[in-house]
T-cell receptor
Framework: NAGVTQTPKFQVLKTGQSMTLQCAQD?????MYWYRQDPGMGLRLIYY???????DKGEVPNGYNVSRLNKREFSLRLESAAPSQTSVYFC?????????????FGSGTQLSVL | AQRVTQPEKLLSVFKGAPVELKCNYS??????LFWYVQYSRQRLQLLLR??SRESIKGFTADLNKGETSFHLKKPFAQEEDSAMYYC??????????????FGKGTKLSVIP
């Protein structure tokens, strides 16, 4: 059982380039999330999708877009990468999007923007 | 707005010593709290949650509503406990759905 799968694991971009981070889960979860992890800042929510067909902004959405392609897949796009977006990105999913959230995380994507 | 505060970025203890990782929260409703852990080169995973009142790997955490705290404790630290620990709170967002808000994390280092 793969759980939450993210690709790629590592990526180096030049300022202004675009890319899409892919995330898929095989647990039939309704809700999916994108977080970024920065030293001293912890995990901050970028965007989330409470259910298929819906997306909402989190704490730090600027510079990002998302697509909930279907129930399994939730992608994060950087249209014009900036050095401030250098971070480790985590995708996560949860069963119901209800009050008590146990999140299952992917292994992360380490992104460097030069 | 909901907020989670972990006052210590780094905590170093000797093997066999007691461990307490502090977590304080701010939330207007009834909180649901969690501790997540990230071991070196592994993905973030749930350690324990408030509603389960469980002990995982010897760790426990008690919700103190009066002090708005959810400190993580273990009586005797082991080297394998070295990891990054995040406290998290599940609360209702402005958009009307529940979100998990994380603290900034505490890196626990257990010295042999």
């Amino acid at each position: 059982n793969a759980g939450v799968t993210q690709t790629p694991k590592f990526q180096v971009l030049k300022t202004g380039q675009s890319m899409t981070l892919q995330c898929a889960q095989d647990m039939n979860h309704n809700s999916m999330y994108w977080y970024r992890q920065d030293p001293g800042m912890g995990l901050r929510l970028i965007y989330y999708s409470a259910s298929e067909g819906t997306t909402d902004k989190g704490e730090v959405p600027n510079g990002y877009n998302v697509s909930r392609l279907n129930k399994r897949e939730f992608s994060l796009r950087l249209e014009s990468a900036a050095p401030s977006q250098t971070s480790v990105y985590f995708c996560a999913s949860s069963k119901t999007g209800g009050e008590v959230e146990k999140l299952f995380f992917g292994s992360g994507t380490q992104l460097s923007v030069l | 707005a909901q907020r989670v505060t972990q006052p210590e970025k780094l905590l170093s203890v000797f093997k066999g010593a007691p461990v307490e990782l502090k977590c304080n929260y701010s939330y207007s409703g009834s909180p649901e709290l969690f501790w997540y852990v990230q071991y070196s080169r592994q993905r973030l995973q749930l350690l324990l949650r408030h509603i389960s009142r469980e002990s995982i790997k010897g760790f426990t955490a008690d919700l103190n509503k009066g002090e708005t705290s959810f400190h993580l404790k273990k009586p005797f630290a082991q080297e394998e406990d070295s990891a990054m620990y995040y406290c998290a709170l599940s609360g209702l967002s402005g958009a009307g759905s529940y979100q998990l808000t994380f603290g900034k994390g505490t890196k626990l280092s257990v010295i042999p």
